[in-house]
């Protein structure tokens, strides 16, 4: 399924949400949050919006929003 700019804001809005009020979370429960919710069809899309606020890898769109550490959970920047 193709995303529109304004849902990916959207759904990016929602992990960051999510992460302010939980601190850190894996991957997958946050792609079943987005699921679950109706936003996402898959996790595909979850992981790919994450991985877009990391500058830990190259789909890095030049805003840091994410990090991943070593232990495979998923926080906001500092």
Aim: negative net charge; glycine residues 8%; hydrophobic residues 40%.
């Amino acid at each position: 399924m193709e995303y529109t700019k304004q849902q990916i804001q959207e759904m990016q809005a929602k992990i960051i949400d999510i992460l302010e009020e939980n601190g850190e979370m894996r991957f997958g429960k946050l792609a079943k949050m987005l699921i679950h919710s109706g936003m996402a069809e898959s996790s595909f899309i979850v992981q790919k919006i994450l991985k877009r606020g990391c500058t830990e890898y190259k789909e890095f769109d030049g805003n840091e929003l994410f990090v991943t550490p070593k232990t495979g959970f998923w926080k906001l920047v500092d």
